[in-house]
């Protein structure tokens, strides 16, 4: 069994999400997706993803709810 994955289409369904998804995911400046290019092929590991994966859900986990809301005071709605 192999360790990677090639081309945009195995990463986006490797990932269950678009391809475009993950080439924004890639060209972001913080933490950007893991890939790399043998040639004119794209490669992503699967423990770089694994590892990747593991710093957004400690990222998104640690964010307040006040800064993932915004500084706006919720409303309630009756």
Request: charged letters at 25%; proline letters at 6%.
């Amino acid at each position: 069994m192999s360790t990677y994955v090639e081309t945009w289409k195995s990463i986006a369904s490797t990932l269950g999400r678009s391809e475009r998804w993950c080439r924004y995911m890639a060209q972001r400046d913080a933490d950007p997706l893991p890939i790399f290019k043998v040639g004119g092929i794209v490669r992503m590991n699967l423990p770089d993803l694994d590892e990747w994966l593991g710093r957004q859900r400690t990222r998104s986990l640690a964010r307040p709810v006040a800064e993932a809301l915004g500084s706006a005071p919720l409303k309630l709605i009756a």
